[in-house]
């Protein structure tokens, strides 16, 4: 009786065991994600109050700077319809028209269409504060270039920057 009771035990396990639901489904495939980095240029638009707190740093520019740098992007999922998935970071350095260099760091997070209007949210900071940015866009494909137009809104306690920048990416996997 013992060995009878071991046995049925042993199936009742490799039963269920092997009928989980974990089984039956499918795995999915691994995540490709595809790098769109590339050069950023611009303008940023200074409301009174930024000018302001700037100055306070010794840092003394007009409503508007220009804008150089990189933007690091990934896209880090996307569906058969064309939606993308998108982290990126953008680093620029402003004002070099006016004799000074003030950095800028933002991280985004958001998504794109395939039809290329895009939308983000994330942290900004520069000297003038910290922020909260949200960016939108769109991207003209042209083969394996992409030309994004973007425009970026970060409200801070010293009044909002508005910034429009543009650059190009060449579509590659990684």
Same mark, same amino acid.
């Given at each position: 009786?013992?060995?009878?009771?071991?046995?049925?035990?042993?199936?009742? $396990?490799?039963?269920?065991?092997?009928?989980?639901?974990?089984?039956?489904?499918?795995?999915?495939?691994?995540?490709?994600?595809?790098?769109?980095?590339?050069?950023?240029?611009?303008?940023?638009? =200074?409301?009174?109050?930024? $000018?302001?707190?700037?100055?306070?740093?010794?840092?003394? $520019?007009?409503?508007?700077?220009?804008?150089?740098?990189?933007?690091?992007?990934?896209?880090?999922?996307?569906?058969?319809?064309?939606?993308?998935?998108?982290?990126?970071?953008?680093?620029?350095?402003?004002?070099?028209?006016?004799?000074?260099?003030?950095?800028?760091?933002?991280? =985004?997070?958001?998504?794109?269409?395939?039809?290329?209007?895009?939308?983000?949210?994330?942290? @900004?900071?520069?000297?003038?504060?910290?922020?909260?940015?949200?960016?939108?866009?769109?991207?003209?494909?042209?083969?394996?270039? @992409?030309?994004?137009? @973007?425009?970026?809104?970060?409200?801070?306690?010293?009044?909002?920057?508005?910034?429009?920048?543009?650059?190009? @990416?060449?579509?590659?996997?990684?």
């Amino acid at each position: 009786m013992r060995l009878s009771t071991t046995v049925l035990a042993f199936t009742a $396990v490799l039963t269920l065991g092997l009928s989980s639901p974990g089984f039956s489904q499918t795995v999915p495939p691994v995540a490709r994600t595809v790098t769109l980095s590339g050069p950023r240029v611009g303008m940023t638009f =200074l409301s009174p109050g930024v $000018v302001e707190k700037l100055r306070e740093k010794q840092i003394d $520019v007009g409503w508007a700077v220009s804008q150089f740098g990189w933007q690091f992007e990934r896209q880090f999922f996307s569906t058969h319809s064309g939606l993308t998935a998108v982290t990126e970071w953008v680093g620029l350095i402003g004002g070099l028209e006016q004799s000074v260099a003030i950095p800028s760091l933002t991280w =985004l997070v958001g998504l794109r269409t395939g039809s290329g209007a895009e939308f983000g949210i994330g942290p @900004n900071i520069t000297p003038a504060g910290a922020g909260l940015a949200v960016a939108a866009g769109f991207t003209v494909r042209a083969g394996v270039v @992409n030309v994004p137009f @973007n425009v970026a809104y970060v409200p801070s306690k010293a009044g909002p920057r508005v910034s429009v920048l543009t650059g190009f @990416n060449l579509r590659g996997r990684r």
